[in-house]
Structures are given as C-alpha cells and as structure tokens.
C-alpha cells in the first residue's frame, strides 16, 4: 500500500512558505490506517520497549495505538500547562519558530526502553527535546519513530547515534 497517497500537502500552513504534511487522509482511513501501525509496529516487537512516549498532538494518534500492540505504558508529552501534574520541560526550535514540551516527573522510570513516536520528523529539534526529557528523567531510547521524514531539513542529524525509523521520505 502506497502510504504517501494518505498524506496531503496544505501549502502556507502554518504560515506562508511551509508546505503542511497532513495526516488527516491517513487516520480517516481505517485499511490504511491498521496497515501504517502494522508497518510502524513489526520492526518493534523484538526490541524489549517498555513505554511508548506520544508527541503532541499527532504523535498521539498511532503512539498509542503502538503502545497498545506493544502492551506497553503510553507517556504523551504536551505543550506548555497542558498536563496535570509534576512536569519537566524542555525548549527548542521548529522550522517555523521555537516552542516548549512538557513530561510528567513520573512518566519514565530509570531504564525504562523507550520509543519516541511523532508524525514527522523535520528539522529534528522537537525529537531532540524529547530525547532530552526521556533521557533526564533516566530513560534509554530505543529508537525515535516517525511515519514520515523531511530529507531536505536534515532532522536527522540533531539525533546524533539515536536509532531512528521513517517509514517514508520526502
């Protein structure tokens, strides 16, 4: 199955001169949708993940669906004042612009394996953020998990030796 056909580009969103990788078309899809989270899942099974942590709002969608098939803990990380209880934040750049994303203290346990799942990964700062989170609370990544990648942001390379899976690219 053609994943790239689910995805819409909406041009000047956010704002003028980036093209928005929509993922709308995907989740409203439900052949296509099981069929990307089998994708995303079949390479994961073997890894011995013990928390799938979400990035919002999108990597909410098929992380906790991941979680799910992995029978693993779900740790969603937010935007700014959005969850409840003792958070731990960390900042950093977007193609366009900066922002903040917040962990609960308690979500990750000392050597927790974790998975890192967003929709994309473009220029690398948000996964970098998170990685960041994960790590001071003493968690190991495993991989960082994305269903699609922006090639030409280099994203990739903010990850450093980080294990890192697309399952496409652009």
Do not use: W
């Amino acid at each position: 199955m053609n994943m790239k056909k689910y995805i819409r580009d909406i041009q000047d969103f956010p704002k003028e001169g980036i093209s928005f990788k929509d993922i709308t078309p995907l989740l409203l899809d439900p052949i296509a949708r099981k069929e990307c989270l089998n994708l995303l899942v079949a390479p994961l099974r073997t890894m011995g993940i013990t928390k799938v942590v979400g990035v919002e709002s999108r990597g909410f969608f098929m992380g906790t669906l991941i979680a799910q098939e992995l029978n693993v803990g779900f740790v969603p990380v937010r935007k700014p004042n959005k969850l409840p209880y003792d958070t731990l934040a960390a900042s950093y750049a977007l193609e366009y612009g900066t922002d903040t994303l917040e962990i609960h203290t308690d979500a990750i346990q000392q050597g927790d394996r974790v998975l890192i799942h967003d929709d994309v990964l473009a220029t690398g700062g948000t996964a970098k953020a998170v990685c960041e989170l994960v790590e001071k609370l003493g968690g190991t990544i495993v991989q960082c998990n994305f269903i699609m990648e922006l090639d030409f942001l280099n994203g990739r390379s903010k990850l450093g030796d980080t294990a890192i899976f697309s399952l496409f690219h652009y």
